[in-house]
T-cell receptor, first 114, second 113 residues
Framework: DVKVTQSSRYLVKRTGEKVFLECVQDMDHENMFWYRQDPGLGLRLIYFSYDVKMKEKGDIPEGYSVSREKKERFSLILESASTNQTSMYLC?????????????FGNGTRLTVT | AQSVTQPDIHITVSEGASLELRCNYSYGATPYLFWYVQSPGQGLQLLLKYFSGDTLVQGIKGFEAEFKRSQSSFNLRKPSVHWSDAAEYFCAVGRGATNKLIFGTGTLLAVQP
């Protein structure tokens, strides 16, 4: 079974802090994703990586950056956390970009910015 | 731009009753369509997917979905709901050359005993 592990289940940070959310997958997947999930808004794509050191902006990249130095790890960075970034963050991975390659999700990191 | 609409925010059904969750998409070509389920405190799990062929697709946990191009719909169905089906359900469409998944806003399903 594919395992996608997000390093923290809950995080509480202060406004202005630099925040790192880590995600690791154990199945040599090419593609990795960061989504944020908010009530009534569903999942919105922040960033997508289709290979090591390759990334593409999603629909809401403002205030975020990402890093993918190794294939198994995809980090989401909040350069200067703000209260409107309080949310649930979901990481996902898939083998490749073909249609029959499903996403595998981690259990999420609930971030609170005070 | 491609998009997914789930018109029902919240649905309550009785255990043993049938279920249909609606999903409408906006996409120019033949879409890649997915249904995912999220149980409380968990990540999302794939229920089923459609990308070609038979328009009625079977998934896990007794779910099925039907692709109707004329209605731009991909509704999820289950003939008899179990209490363990209470969860949030998301429809998604693959977008662009890299097939990024775009999700709907979700439908929260409650099951009454």
């Amino acid at each position: 079974d594919v395992k996608v592990t997000q390093s923290s289940r809950y995080l509480v940070k202060r406004t202005g802090e630099k925040v790192f959310l880590e995600c690791v997958q154990d199945m040599d997947h090419e593609n990795m994703f960061w989504y944020r999930q908010d009530p009534g808004l569903g999942l919105r794509l922040i960033y997508f990586s289709y290979d090591v050191k390759m990334k593409e902006k999603g629909d809401i990249p403002e205030g975020y950056s990402v890093s993918r130095e190794k294939k198994e790890r995809f980090s989401l960075i909040l350069e200067s956390a703000s209260t409107n970034q309080t949310s649930m963050y979901l990481c996902a991975s898939r083998y490749d970009g073909t249609a029959n390659s499903p996403l595998h999700f981690g259990n999420g990191t609930r971030l609170t910015v005070t | 731009a491609q998009s997914v609409t789930q018109p029902d925010i919240h649905i309550t059904v009785s255990e043993g009753a049938s279920l249909e969750l609606r999903c409408n998409y906006s996409y120019g070509a033949t879409p890649y369509l997915f249904w995912y389920v999220q149980s409380p405190g968990q990540g999302l799990q794939l229920l089923l997917k459609y990308f070609s062929g038979d328009t009625l697709v079977q998934g896990i946990k007794g779910f099925e979905a039907e692709f109707k191009r004329s209605q731009s719909s991909f509704n999820l169905r289950k003939p008899s709901v179990h209490w363990s089906d209470a969860a949030e359900y998301f429809c998604a469409v693959g977008r662009g050359a890299t097939n990024k998944l775009i999700f709907g806003t979700g439908t929260l399903l409650a099951v009454q005993p």
